[in-house]
């Protein structure tokens, strides 16, 4: 991995992330929105390198690991790429295309979200600088 | 021959003559079909001085080699010859099911010329081709003649008809199957219109076709299909039709707004969106003939001031032309307008851009209640533009009627003041609802390029700035960010040839994104027996553009029309694209170089069309 020392660290990142973005009055709505269950796999970086997000029914709950149910949409990538996605650095579509994001599952309701990338990437960063990882952020 | 059937119908309409015609095989090697054999046929065969209106203009229906080859979004077909909306070479797609029809009774293509003395359909069962009287559709819409045609003739003979506008020859009319399917682009209705033919009616009652390799292309079918159905793409296009990505385009400025004023209007995204579509108002899935991605919509608004039945719904284009466009953000609205649209037999995409002008125009002042017999045009009135601008367009009604049914550049140059400033086109046809400034410069040389003017689907640059494809056998790798033009030129080359192949095979680009280059060789190689390689498959793709081009060059353009309006190419005003400059006149100089054309004639050096096999058109133009 380029940007991460273990398979904790993207993690720990992301769910710092989720966890921000889910006090985003526009976020938190666009991802009740996608009211789904979304497995975040990143477990080509090593087997307890993922996370999900429950956004069913109204609330938006996450979590590290596999969920416990099937998941409505896995989405599946390298911690890497996905450091490059939540900065905002990753044409997701391009990324698709060249099989860098391999989607499995209905990805209409997150689509709705792509435009709100680039207010992810600024709370990312913050999250970033938030846990003393200045160096990981991506200009 | 394999793939193509070698036959062609051909159909003079003032002698009432049908023939059967086999074009040379090396048109076929050298043009694929649809649009590519049509511009062929055109060329050698069509009067090039005709008026487009006139008895004498060329009317080219054409397949490709794969219609009725149950190949997902391959059985669309073709229109081609002289546009009467813009004056030169016009072409224009449609899916539906007429293609595999047409290929089933044996045939690849109508070409028809003349002008019959009474309404008149053509009717072609099997190999009887005739011309019949249509006395008693003339006047009907769109939906009444196709239940109609079906009616007589039988519920599975395949239809191609014009409505109201055709025969009042609004310069965009447009041509439906089956009363849902759109040749859209650059006025056909009108031509056929001019010809007195209200409707072509084809049945099949066989389905033999000769492939070169059956076996190989049955497996590479199978695993076609299989990765089409599966593709993200397809799987968001099916759920939420092709405006699923509307809010995407909205916020990256690629949705014009208001005539291209503006590149950010937040609420209107959502509110356009293809899932708030299909949340209020789809009933059904549809889709063209053997394809898996069913993108089409079927629609009913229940109620409200624009309600409307089950039928046809809209697509991308229709919703932003008749929404964001003319500065609404009513979607039953904008269903309602594309069915009106449907009826008559319209452009929504022409209609939309000119609709959109005339609003402009009467709010700066340059259109008055003395051009528009007193009807006042607001951004957004919708009630307006359907009960009153719409029908007053189809039927040529009144002043307002008469000056818009001729398109937004010949009303602009009617009604003078500068207002051509503000068209937004290029050579003449309005532009798709994609705005190259928050869409991607590349599309503003594609369009600029296109010989049939603006257009999104003569080839992929859309996707492939988007980053929706990529083709790294024939050196299409770069990652393109969309609001410059790094690499833009150097992608268009290769864009503009797989486009002409794409619109000569009658592919549709919503489902070709999973077809990978290797793929279409094997495509060609295994149905049609061509022999080719990647590089054959591409030069043929620049030959067919280079053709069109000549044709055009013929009709008098140049280099010089290679252009956008100043409108499409002032720096964006608002959004993600605000203040960015596109580098049109340096795109294009690259472009020139890269291809191979003359900068001023706009067409292909004497040496470049050597190179393509074109000495013989060559000697017609230099
Ligand atoms: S993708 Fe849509 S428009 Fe294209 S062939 Fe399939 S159904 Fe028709």
């Known amino acids: ?139 | 021959m394999h793939g193509n059937t070698g036959t062609i119908i051909g159909v003079d309409l003032s002698e009432g003559r049908v023939d059967k015609i086999n074009p040379p095989e090396e048109w076929y090697l050298c043009y694929v079909g649809g649009s590519g054999l049509a511009a062929k046929y055109f060329w050698e065969r069509g009067d090039l001085e005709a008026d487009p209106l006139s008895p004498e203009a060329m009317l080219l229906f054409m397949n490709g080699p794969f219609a009725g080859l149950k190949l997902s979004g391959a059985s669309r077909s073709s229109v081609g010859g002289r546009s009467p909306l813009t004056g030169h070479w016009g072409d224009s797609s449609c899916g539906g099911y007429f293609a595999p029809e047409l290929r089933y009774a044996g045939y690849d293509g109508i070409v028809i010329t003349g002008r019959a003395d009474k309404p008149s359909l053509i009717l072609i069962e099997d190999e009887r081709a005739s011309i019949e009287d249509a006395s008693d559709f003339w006047g009907l819409g769109i939906g009444e003649t196709n239940r109609g045609l079906k009616e007589r003739y039988g519920k599975n003979h395949r239809t191609l008809v014009i409505g109201p506008a055709g025969e009042n020859l609004v310069k965009y009319a447009a041509i439906l199957n089956e009363g849902h399917h759109a040749f859209g682009r650059a006025g056909f209705g009108a031509v056929m219109g001019s010809k007195n033919l209200k409707g072509i009616v084809v049945r099949a009652t066989r389905k033999e076709m000769a492939i070169a390799h059956p076996e190989r292309f049955a497996e590479l079918r199978g695993d076609l299909n299989l990765r089409i159905k599966d593709a993200l793409a397809s799987s968001v296009m099916r759920e939420n039709g092709t405006a699923a990505n509307l809010e995407g385009g909205a916020f990256s400025g690629d949705v014009p707004i208001r005539n291209f004023t503006s590149n950010f209007w937040e609420e209107m995204g959502e509110a356009l969106a293809g899932s708030t579509l299909t949340e209020k108002y789809l009933t059904r899935r549809w889709q063209c003939a053997y394809c898996t991605v069913r993108c089409k919509r079927v629609v009913e608004v229940p109620d409200g001031p624009f309600a409307i039945p089950e039928g046809p719904g809209p697509e991308y284009e229709t919703i932003v032309s008749f929404g964001a466009m003319i500065g609404s953000m009513d979607l039953a609205a904008a269903c309602k307008a594309g069915r009106l649209c449907n009826d008559f037999g319209m452009d929504t995409i022409s209609a939309g851009g000119t609709i959109a002008w005339a609003m402009e125009a009467f709010e700066r002042g340059d259109l008055t209640p003395e051009n528009t017999g007193g009807v006042e045009l607001r951004w957004g009135d919708m009630a307006t533009v359907v009960e009153i601008v719409l029908p007053a367009i189809a039927l040529r009604k009144g002043k307002l009627g008469e000056l818009l049914s001729e398109g937004s550049i010949a009303s602009a140059r009617r009604i003078g003041k500068g207002s051509l400033a503000y068209t937004c086109h290029s050579k003449g046809l309005e532009a798709p609802m994609h705005d190259p400034r928050g869409g991607g410069h590349g599309l503003a040389l594609t369009y600029a390029m296109s010989p049939r003017g603006a257009c999104h689907v003569a080839d992929p640059m859309l996707f492939i700035e988007m980053g929706a494809c990529y083709y790294p056998e024939i050196g299409l790798e770069y990652e393109l960010e969309p609001k410059t033009d790094e690499n833009k030129p150097e992608s268009a080359v290769i864009s503009i040839a797989l486009g002409a192949i794409e619109n000569s095979a009658c592919f549709c680009q919503f489902a070709d994104r999973e077809v990978t280059i290797p793929d279409w060789v094997e495509l060609f190689n295994t149905v049609a027996g061509y022999g080719w390689d990647a590089d054959e498959m591409m030069r043929t793709g620049r030959r067919i553009f280079h053709l069109k081009r000549l044709i055009n060059y013929r009709f008098g353009l140049t280099a010089e029309d290679d252009d956008l309006t100043p409108r499409m190419l002032e720096p964006a005003r608002d959004g993600e694209p605000e203040g960015i400059e596109i580098n049109f006149s340096g795109m294009k100089a690259k472009f020139y170089e890269l291809m191979g054309m003359d900068p001023e004639k706009g067409i292909a050096l004497p040496e470049t069309l050597q190179q393509h096999g074109m000495t013989g058109e060559s000697s017609r133009v230099w």
């Open chain 1, 1 to 139: 991995m380029e940007y991460w020392k273990d398979e904790t660290e993207p993690i720990t990142a992301f769910l710092k992330l989720f966890e921000e973005a889910k006090k985003d009055e526009e976020l938190s709505s666009g991802l009740k929105k996608v009211n789904q269950l979304i497995w975040f796999d990143y477990t080509e970086d090593g087997p307890n390198c993922s996370f999900h997000i429950d956004c069913r029914g109204g609330k938006i709950e996450s979590g590290a690991g596999k969920p416990s149910e099937t998941p409505d949409l896995i989405m599946s990538l390298s911690a890497d790429d996905a450091h490059r996605s939540w900065s905002n650095k990753l044409n997701p579509v391009m990324a698709i295309t060249r099989r860098k994001i391999r989607v499995k599952g209905s990805a209409t309701g997150l689509l709705k979200l792509a435009p709100k990338l680039k207010k992810v990437a600024t709370i990312y960063e913050g999250v970033l600088r938030d846990l003393g990882w200045q160096d990981k952020i991506l200009k």
